[in-house]
């Protein structure tokens, strides 16, 4: 029994803006024109929160609490509170327990989490950018990379053609004039 044909279609999956698409086609349509951007997350951070003070104060505290959350220390620090916590459970220390646990239930779960989402909001939107911008170059330098293959082509069909006028020329025995040195 005959398996049916199965037509493989080609899906675009990507998900980009009107800008991307445009920038994209300018790419290939034009690599030379090309100028590389350069994205920090300085630049995108107006597009998460607003260009203005509040917006760059706003963006500028949530990076530097989620980059500051990030490292070793502050897990040291969450250690020693979830500890402190657990001694003051173990020992009857109400006063311990309630301070320990109300920083670490009340602080860190209700206050620095969603200051940390924040955080990675405007993070993750500076690498998108810098994602965007990337492939756009990318983009042009295949694009010029083909058009380097397809000159080399041509010169090696000239050449070729050159070879083969030369060798016929010769065939017919009319004498090429000798190559000059350093020429």
Do not use: C
Not at 10 to 21: C, P, T
Not at 63 to 83: D, E
């Amino acid at each position: 029994m005959e398996q049916p044909r199965v037509i493989e279609q080609r899906a675009d999956r990507r998900i980009s803006s009107k800008e991307h698409r445009a920038a994209y086609q300018a790419a290939k349509d034009a690599p030379a024109e090309h100028k590389p951007r350069l994205i920090t997350s300085r630049s995108v951070a107006p597009a998460v929160h607003g260009a203005g003070s509040v917006g760059r104060f706003n963006s500028a505290l949530a990076v530097l609490i989620t980059r500051g959350v990030g490292t070793m220390w502050a897990a040291y620090l969450f250690a020693v509170i979830g500890t402190a916590s657990l001694v003051g459970a173990f020992t009857g220390n109400l006063t311990l327990t309630l301070i320990a646990g109300g920083i670490s239930s009340y602080f860190l779960q209700l206050v620095l989490l969603p200051i940390i989402i924040v955080g990675q909001n405007v993070i993750s939107a500076s690498q998108d950018a810098r994602a965007e911008a990337d492939h756009i170059t990318l983009t042009t330098l295949h694009s010029i990379n083909v058009q380097q293959l397809k000159m080399l082509e041509q010169q090696r069909e000239m050449l070729l053609q050159q070879r083969s006028i030369l060798d016929l020329l010769q065939k017919k025995g009319i004498a090429l004039p000798a190559a000059e040195p350093g020429a």
